[in-house]
């Protein structure tokens, strides 16, 4: 196990397309959590996931973001009608009970939006 | 409502000097402080945390509730901790992670 890995690294896309992020936890966490994160910004917490529930979703998650984790393995978010504002880094981690709130993170994906 | 600050975005010191970086957090119940640390082309990952009461690479911190901080410290300063680091907050029971806007380090050789 490589740890959390996320596909794919840097997304380009123009205003107003759909883009899709996936992550892929380590494999005994059972919590999955998304991350956003801007230049000059620290990462700001999207949403939760405990194995397949979604347990809770940040406000700076609008109607045009969706996030899944269908299996309780892997989870995939997506952007819908992209906006420029949407430009930054997209962060997963993991964790499990045993480890507390320590975070696994992954490199994250880079989206820009022209 | 729960928030950290980190007042510096960059710190500058000379290798072995000793290092400061300053951590103030906003929460009513008992906090779970931790720094995480993300060096140049590496994901972020763990530093310390503050309920282990552990020195990682040279590194403590120490949680002040009257002060509500818990600034990360290190006595003598090495080239290689040059990174950003964040400061972090996980609320009782809950499961959502703050983090501070970060500080980076920069030790001169």
């Known amino acids: 196990d490589t740890g959390v890995s996320q596909d794919p690294r840097h997304k380009i896309t123009k205003r107003g397309q759909n883009v899709t992020f996936r992550c892929d936890p380590i494999?005994?966490?059972?919590?999955l959590y998304w991350y956003r994160q801007t230049l000059g910004q620290g990462p700001e917490f999207l949403t939760y996931?405990?194995?397949?529930?979604?347990?809770?979703k940040s406000r700076l998650l609008s109607d045009r973001f969706s996030a899944e984790r269908p299996k309780g393995s892997f989870s995939t978010l997506e952007i819908q009608r992209t906006e420029q504002g949407d430009s930054a880094m997209y962060l997963c981690?993991?964790?499990?009970?045993?480890?507390?709130?320590?975070?696994?993170f992954g490199s994250g994906t880079q989206l820009s939006v022209l | 409502a729960q928030r950290v600050t980190q007042p510096e975005k960059l710190l500058s010191v000379f290798k072995g000097a000793p290092v400061e970086l300053k951590c103030n957090y906003s929460?009513?119940?008992?906090?779970?402080l931790f720094w995480y640390v993300q060096y140049s082309r590496q994901r972020l990952q763990l530093l310390l945390r503050?309920?282990s009461r552990e020195s990682i690479k040279g590194f403590t911190a120490d949680l002040n509730k009257g002060e509500t901080s818990f600034h990360l410290k290190k006595p003598f300063a090495q080239e290689e901790d040059s990174a950003m680091y964040y400061c972090?907050?996980?609320?009782?029971?809950?499961?959502?992670?703050?983090f501070g806007a970060g500080t980076r380090l920069f030790v001169k050789a």
């Open positions: 981690a993991s964790s499990n009970r045993q480890g507390g709130e320590k975070l696994f």
């Open positions: 494999s005994e966490h059972n919590r």
């Open positions: 972090a907050l996980s609320v009782t029971g809950g499961f959502k992670t703050i």
């Open positions: 929460y009513s119940g008992s906090p779970e």
């Open positions: 503050h309920i």
């Open positions: 996931f405990q194995n397949e529930a979604q347990l809770e």
